[in-house]
Nanobody, 119 residues
């Protein structure tokens, strides 16, 4: 059974930082692309950052230039999202997801972790 478990969310002031973690189990982690998505109330879910199995990285325009960094540790089956210079508009539930390399969709999803940025 595949499980993705996010942690690290919380309440932070604008300009602050958080590091999200997503621990994966039940899948060959190193062969999966991993993504961080977020969904704010009343808004569609959006991809924030992704990292491929070969560690190529993608960032949404909304977070470029603000020191958001996605990384992975295959030995720990964990993907991270370091978020710096947080803004109130970053407030959302953040989800990690896994996509099989060569596939077209994110197959597996975590339950999400709440990030709230106060002004």
């Amino acid at each position: 059974q595949v499980q993705l478990e996010e942690s690290g969310g919380g309440l932070v002031q604008a300009g602050g930082s958080l590091r999200l973690s997503c621990a994966a189990s039940g899948l060959p982690f190193s062969t999966y692309h991993m993504g961080w998505f977020r969904q704010a109330p009343g808004k569609q879910r959006e991809l924030v950052a992704a990292i491929t199995s070969s560690t190529r990285r993608y960032y949404a325009d909304s977070v470029k230039g603000r020191l958001f960094t996605i990384s992975r540790d295959n030995a720990r089956n964990t993907v991270y999202l370091q978020m710096n210079s947080l803004k109130p508009e970053d407030t959302a539930v953040y989800y990690c997801a896994a996509a099989r390399a060569g596939g077209t969709d994110y197959e597996y999803w975590g339950q999400g972790t709440q990030v709230t940025v106060s002004s």
